[in-house]
């Protein structure tokens, strides 16, 4: 079956760190680009981080950079966002993303919720 799974939000505290997992199956995940897009209660999606399918190249959200950090590695399939220095505003579902044969693929998301 093709599809992202994402796992690793929960609750943290402000200041704090998580890391995020996106797992792959049912596509050579080493040839895709992958994104990690969030959105918040109430807004629309918002781009987060990029991932070539080397993992050479990276961008970041103005909002993220500095602190957000994203990796993969092929051999397990999975891409990552490490996650630290969270703020309130970091509060909202992530998902996964790629392009796969013309069709936008997503996970179904994993929640961080940043809160004391």
């Known amino acids: 079956q093709v599809q992202l799974v994402e796992s690793g939000g929960g609750l943290v505290q402000p200041g704090g760190s998580l890391r995020l997992s996106c797992a792959a199956s049912g596509f050579n995940f080493s040839t895709q680009t992958i994104n990690w897009v969030r959105q918040a209660p109430g807004k629309g999606p918002e781009w987060v981080s990029t991932?070539?399918?080397?993992?050479?190249?990276?961008t970041y959200a103005d909002s993220v950079k500095g602190r957000f950090t994203i990796s993969r590695d092929n051999v397990k399939r999975t891409a990552f966002l490490q996650m630290n220095s969270l703020k309130s505003e970091d509060t909202a579902l992530y998902y996964c993303?790629?392009?796969?044969?013309?069709?936008?693929?997503r996970g179904q998301g994993t929640q961080v919720t940043v809160s004391s």
């Open positions: 991932v070539s399918w080397v993992g050479d190249r990276t």
């Open positions: 993303d790629t392009i796969f044969r013309g069709r936008r693929l």
